[in-house]
């Protein structure tokens, strides 16, 4: 794995990025979306994103790999301390240590902004099939990830029952006067 970077997505990575996503969206249950966004739709949620939060892509050899973002968790102020994460990789570079690199780069990150408490929400299949196994909770749990809880039967796609679960990583100390999370600051 020559020529590796990863960077803060851009506007202009959108195309790339949504190739990505779309593979996802029209072949697996690893996204309960149906419909491809529009890339239009998709660049509006890459700048809602970054407002608040680091939305990184990896490159290898210049082309974009994979992709990882943090979003809020509930999105009620006592929770500013916790966030989601979600990462895709291109298909055809799963478990080659991208997904790794680029999710130890935005947990660093979201240590720096004072953030706590990680989340994903994950897919999960009662038994694997052709469109879901069970590859996104172990790649949270070989990166310290802890099952929290499950949802049964809550995705319906491809006409089929999928749970959900979430998986929660602790990051940084809980204290009684907890300083406020350092989220960037935008010219209004």
């Known amino acids: ?33 149906y419909d ?3 890339l239009s739709e998709f660049q509006n949620r890459i700048r809602k994103t970054t407002e608040r939060y680091p939305y990184f892509v990896i490159e290898q050899d210049g082309i974009i790999q994979g992709y990882a973002y943090a979003g809020p968790f509930v999105g009620r102020t006592a929770y500013d301390w916790s966030c989601e994460l979600t990462i895709y990789l291109n ?26 408490n990680l989340y994903a929400c994950i897919a999960f299949p009662m038994a694997e099939d052709e469109y879901l196994d ?16 499950e949802f049964h039967k809550c995705g319906y796609k491809f006409g089929r029952w999928y749970h959900m679960i979430w998986m929660e990583k602790v990051i940084g ?3 009684d006067a907890q300083p406020p999370v350092k989220f960037p600051k935008f010219p209004k």
């Open 36 to 38: 491809v966004p529009t």
């Open 91 to 116: 298909h055809a570079a799963k478990k080659c240590g991208l997904g790794r690199k680029l999710y130890e780069a935005l947990e660093d990150r979201l240590k720096e902004m004072g953030i706590l």
């Open 134 to 149: 069970k590859n996104s909770a172990d790649f949270h749990s070989h990166l310290g990830f802890k099952k929290v809880g």
């Open 1 to 33: 794995m020559n020529n590796i970077i990863i960077r803060d997505a851009l506007i202009e990575d959108a195309p790339q990025i949504l190739e990505i996503y779309s593979y996802y969206v029209e072949n697996t249950a690893i996204t309960f979306e």
């Open 173 to 175: 100390r809980h204290q």
